[in-house]
């Protein structure tokens, strides 16, 4: 049996939250890749968002109820961005055979 890309990419892709390489990609917030912690930060969150609604129920505002804490996957915007540099459109019409 060979050892494919796959195969690489089934090893790394399923690491422990404390893997090595697991802390290298993710530095500093390697431990909230940790299964138990986002259920108690979720916890947390979500017994402030009952404590403020029980407390003032009738005039609850949307700023009264705390907000969710941030993940570090929330923080991260990843974009994808093409960079090419811009051609004259006569180019562009002599490349397609226009």
């Not at 697991?22 to 009952?50: C, E, M, Q, R």
């Not at 009264?64 to 006569?90: A, F, G, I, Q």
């Amino acid at each position: 049996m060979d050892f494919t890309w796959s195969d690489c990419w089934a090893v790394i892709s399923n690491l422990p939250y404390d893997a090595p390489l697991t802390k290298a990609i993710n530095g500093a917030d390697w431990w909230w890749y940790h299964p138990v912690v986002d259920f108690v930060v979720g916890s947390f969150d979500y017994l402030g968002v009952i404590a403020a609604v029980v407390q003032r129920r009738p005039k609850v505002k949307r700023d009264d109820v705390p907000k969710r804490t941030v993940r570090p996957w929330d923080r991260r915007k990843e974009t994808e961005t093409l960079k090419v540099k811009p051609s004259k459109l006569d180019d562009l019409r002599k490349l397609l055979g226009w």
